[in-house]
C-alpha cells in the first residue's frame, strides 16, 4: 500500500528508523508514534518507499 501524501510517507520513515532501533523511540509522536506500534516493519518499508513526487503534502 503506498502512501497517500508526503506526511505520511515521512512518519512512516520516522516510525520504521525507530523500529530498527536507527532512532529513539521516544522522540516518535503523533502518526509516526502510533504507526511504530501498530506496523510491521515489512509495511512501514511499503509505505517509506513510496516515491515522493506528485504526492500531495497533506492529505484533504
Given at each position: 500500500m503506498p502512501a497517500k501524501s508526503k506526511a505520511q510517507q515521512k512518519a512512516?520513515?520516522?516510525a520504521l528508523?525507530?523500529?530498527r532501533g536507527e532512532a529513539d523511540k521516544d522522540d516518535l509522536f503523533g502518526a509516526s508514534k502510533d504507526?511504530?506500534?501498530s506496523m510491521t516493519e515489512a509495511e512501514l518499508e511499503?509505505?517509506?518507499s513510496t516515491k515522493r513526487k506528485g504526492l500531495?503534502?497533506?492529505k484533504d
Open positions: 512512516a520513515g520516522a528508523a525507530a523500529k504507526m511504530a506500534r511499503e509505505l517509506a500531495p503534502r497533506k
